[in-house]
């Protein structure tokens, strides 16, 4: 079993003894509410089974990583949740925000008062209070600012002052940096007085005397030198380094292509401001896919599995909206041709073939355009060609899927005319997909909006129309006398 599988059975059996522990309270709760409300003995004893459940149930908290208990509390209804989250040690809290999703995340905040959510930044470094902050009332990041000193409040600053998709809103500004001019017996002797490095340290930022970038030196080099070594003569020269400013998805890529684990972050004049880590562009790029298939679905992040109704409601309506207006036309056109229909009751039974088919080419086109426009921005050269590559596969597929449905549907119905019909209309539903799947996610990118948002349930309600028209239109034509 991998280490993966085993921490999420791990999850699991935590989850079920949680509800277990909590459904054994809730029991008792009921058995005391049947007694007499002025019998005090009662109170005692439910005050102390409480109790009893509630030590059992922090104690094993406890013992569990801050990351597996954002994600049980995840796995909770709302209202466990709560009494979950009020059970957690004060010196969890923060570590257990930053691992919650956004949503739950959210829910976990609502419960607490300023204090609190001061007191939960007390553990947590300056570019970790920056991914929270955010998503914190202003009187409570006011309250954290009081409780850094000036470089942390420097640096708190300076991260909250980059747009959130930025490299400067991540970066880590835990870091060792040396001088070119130093030996290596020097560097030695300064790592041995700090006692413990960095996180993820697997090279050290060498700069010069205004702390600007001159190259790194990665650990494994600077442990088989020479001590006389001079670093600048065994440090990297051109490392991969990137500006505060620049996209944090291109940084992403940059470290699944190159095997990084660190990198520098410098200003528009080399000056090192922090440092990327690996553990924060796998969290950025699991924020991504996960965001990608909530808006394929309509969706937003903001929505928790367990949030009140309300705003599943106001999250979910609009593309219900949409569903329904498209379903309406798919209905309309149906009834355009309710002679053809009439006459021929074969086609209504192949129409969902049709209509389905085209639907499921469609966002297989919509899944590979998104993930391309999240790379990288496509040229007008890139699109044209997109366009070329796609409608030739659906032209291809189309002919080779159509002309067996076209055996089966003269096998069924024994109508050879029906069977090209058939054929027919399941290519061009698929040349129709392709078209819109690229024309969708491409037309909204430009215009400033996320590809991914709602893209399926567009291209579904398209396919689904037009592949109905098509087919019943072609029936109309060649079909009937």
Do not use: C
């Not at 509410?33 to 030590?55: C, G, P, T, Y």
């Amino acid at each position: 079993m991998s280490e993966q599988q085993h921490s999420a059975e791990h999850i699991r059996e935590w989850v079920s003894e949680i509800h277990e522990l909590l459904e054994r309270q809730r029991l008792v709760e009921q058995l005391v509410a049947r007694e007499d409300a002025a019998d005090e003995r009662s109170l005692i004893v439910e005050n102390m089974v409480h109790k009893q459940h509630l030590v059992a149930l922090s104690a094993k908290l406890e013992k569990i990583h801050p990351a597996d208990v954002a994600r049980i509390l995840e796995m909770l209804p709302r209202k466990d949740r709560l009494i979950v989250w009020d059970l957690v040690k004060s010196d969890m809290d923060g570590e257990v925000l930053l691992e919650t999703s956004d949503a739950v995340r959210e829910s976990l905040i609502e419960a607490m008062d300023t204090h609190e959510l001061v007191a939960a930044t007390e553990q947590l470094d300056t570019d970790e209070i920056a991914d929270l902050a955010p998503d914190l009332p202003d009187e409570a990041v006011q309250g954290i600012y009081k409780t850094l000193n000036p470089e942390e409040r420097e640096q708190l600053r300076l991260a909250l002052s980059y747009p959130e998709n930025t490299v400067g809103a991540r970066m880590d500004f835990e870091m060792v940096n040396v001088r070119e001019d130093v030996s290596v017996e020097v560097v030695l002797r300064y790592l041995r007085r700090l006692r413990v490095l960095p996180d993820h340290t697997d090279q050290l930022f060498v700069v010069d005397r205004d702390e600007r970038l001159r190259g790194v030196l990665p650990l494994n080099t600077l442990l088989v030198s020479q001590p006389e070594d001079d670093v600048g003569s065994i440090m990297l020269a051109s490392p991969k380094h990137f500006t505060a400013d620049g996209k944090l998805l291109d940084a992403a890529e940059a470290f699944e292509r190159y095997d990084l684990i660190t990198a520098p972050v410098v200003d528009e004049s080399g000056f090192v401001l922090g440092r990327l880590t690996v553990d924060a562009m796998v969290d950025f790029i699991k924020e991504r896919q996960e965001l990608e298939q909530l808006s394929q679905g309509g969706l937003r992040e903001e929505e928790d599995i367990f949030a009140p109704l309300s705003n599943s409601l106001k999250n979910r309506a609009p593309w219900l909206g949409v569903n329904l207006v498209t379903a309406l036309i798919a209905s309309s056109v149906i009834s355009m041709f309710e002679g053809t229909i009439s006459q021929l009751v074969a086609l209504a039974a192949l129409m969902p073939i049709v209509a389905g088919m085209g639907g499921n080419v469609g966002n297989q086109t919509i899944t590979m355009i998104v993930r391309a426009l999240a790379n990288n921005p496509l040229s007008s050269t890139d699109v044209r060609n997109l366009y070329l590559k796609e409608v030739s596969l659906a032209l291809i597929n189309g002919v080779m899927w159509g002309a067996a449905l076209a055996v089966i549907t003269f096998i069924m119905y024994k109508d050879l005319p029906l069977g090209v019909v058939m054929m027919l209309a399941v290519t061009l539903n698929f040349v129709l997909a392709a078209l819109l799947a690229v024309t969708i996610p491409v037309m909204r990118a430009r215009m400033g909006r996320d590809p991914a948002l709602g893209s399926s349930v567009m291209i579904t309600a398209i396919t689904d129309s037009g592949g109905f028209f098509i087919f019943l239109g072609l029936a109309s034509l060649f079909l009937l006398h």
